[in-house]
């Protein structure tokens, strides 16, 4: 028995759902090749969004071959030409027109990948067929070279609506019993990927042929990190708040590094002075109630602060921008993290003089530290007997001196 996301893979363009301008560029691509002005076409966008799907509809309808490699496969030079290179300029066994579809590229990192990128570059600059790369996140600097190579094609995250008709038709075809609110909490869950949404209902069903709401329940939510500009990515390039509300679900960053991370890049990406304005509004609140649930342990505060850095900032911008920013960390990560490593020496100090004098902790941080600190560095017989007695590592030393 095949399993739903090979059963039910898209085979005509129509049956895409939520990606009819991205469709429609990239046929246009395929379909006036040796019109256009690079050779490579550029797809990216979130998983299960439908790019690998539309690259083998767009090839069955215009009757074209396709050569299909993931860039997981591929470790060197050698073996892009082998698998690739040879492909690009044999002709097809039937006399038809080919696409060569390199899936997943962001599958290429590291130094055992060394070359890989740079032979890709060299095939798109010659090959007579369309190239097509995929990836979740084009603007990592690795494919800086790819990216000026290569027309870019988004393909936007999926609401959760376009994800709950796939699933009604499956389980129409498949005979699923299921009520309507129950599939649609189903294809919520899923943040946008519809792959991951057909396997979790088959998953659920495959025994009762049947989706209840105590199955939902039970489907423990997803273990998928997002990277923290994937998150950045749904949230800024997009005005539907259903889209962005669940940029944050699966990151691991922690609130205070998300607070960070907007506010370095969002004066990048919004660049008129009202939507910036609008935007910087909402990240205000959000530190407001950041700081009420840090002073009062309010954490019910915290589903306002999602709302307002995820969909709060995305409807901020009247219109999407177009143009292309690599979002980075700010300075502030690392400041702080020296703060936090600071923090912890001067801590592991005062506990040693806590338990050697039997006083709190706090207090000796207070009232002690600072004087036993001046004397440590004006003495040296003094320094030498406090190292031995408390038995201070070379880094705590060098925190007394400094």
């Known amino acids: 028995m095949l399993p739903f996301t090979i059963k039910y893979r898209t085979r005509k363009i129509n049956d895409i759902v939520g990606q009819d301008i991205a469709i429609k560029k990239l046929k246009n691509f395929v379909a006036d090749f040796k019109r256009q002005r690079k050779n490579a076409a550029f797809v990216y966008g979130p998983s299960g969004v439908g790019k690998t799907a539309s690259v083998h509809a767009i090839a069955n309808e215009l009757n074209l071959e396709i050569l299909e490699v993931n860039a997981s496969d591929v470790r060197n030079t050698e073996q892009i030409n082998s698998l690739i290179g040879s492909a690009v300029f044999q002709r097809s066994l039937f006399f038809r027109s080919k696409i060569i579809l390199l899936d ?70 498949e005979g699923i019993k299921h009520e309507d609110d129950i599939l649609k909490g189903l294809a919520r869950r899923t943040g946008g990927d519809a792959r991951a949404a057909i396997n979790d209902l088959e998953t659920l069903t495959i025994d009762t042929k049947e989706l209840t709401k105590k199955s939902l329940e039970e489907l423990s939510e997803r273990n998928k990190e997002e990277s923290i500009i994937n998150a950045l990515f749904k949230i800024f390039k997009t005005t539907d708040a259903n889209v962005a509300i669940t940029a944050f679900d699966n990151v691991k960053e922690n609130l205070d590094e998300q607070l960070l991370w907007i506010d370095e890049n969002l004066p990048y990406e919004y660049k008129k002075p009202e939507d910036l304005a609008n935007a910087y509004d909402k990240l205000s609140k959000a530190d407001i109630f950041s700081r009420r649930i840090k002073r009062w342990q309010h954490y019910r505060f915290l589903i306002y602060i999602n709302a307002l850095i995820t969909a709060g900032i995305a409807v901020s911008k009247k219109e999407r921008y177009y143009h292309h920013v690599q979002y980075k960390p700010t300075g502030k990560l690392l400041k702080l993290w020296w703060a936090k490593q600071k923090s912890m020496k ?30 440590f560095k004006r003495n040296k017989k003094f320094r030498e007997e406090l190292t031995e007695e408390l038995e201070l590592s070379r880094e705590e030393v060098e925190w007394m001196v400094k």
Request: some cysteine; hydrophobic content about 40%; proline content about 6%.
């Open 104 to 173: 997943e590229i962001d599958g290429i990192s590291g130094a055992e990948d060394r070359g890989c990128l740079q032979a890709i570059a060299k095939l798109i600059e010659k090959n007579p067929f369309p190239i097509i790369l995929t990836a979740a996140n084009p603007w990592s600097h690795n494919f800086s070279a790819l990216r000026r190579k290569s027309e870019l094609i988004e393909f936007a995250p999926l609401d959760y609506l376009p994800i709950f008709k796939i699933l009604k038709k499956i389980c129409e075809n």
């Open 346 to 375: 001067k801590k592991a100090i005062a506990e040693k003089i806590a338990e050697k004098t039997h006083s709190s902790i706090k207090g000796i941080i207070k009232d002690t530290l600072p004087y036993l600190q001046e004397a």
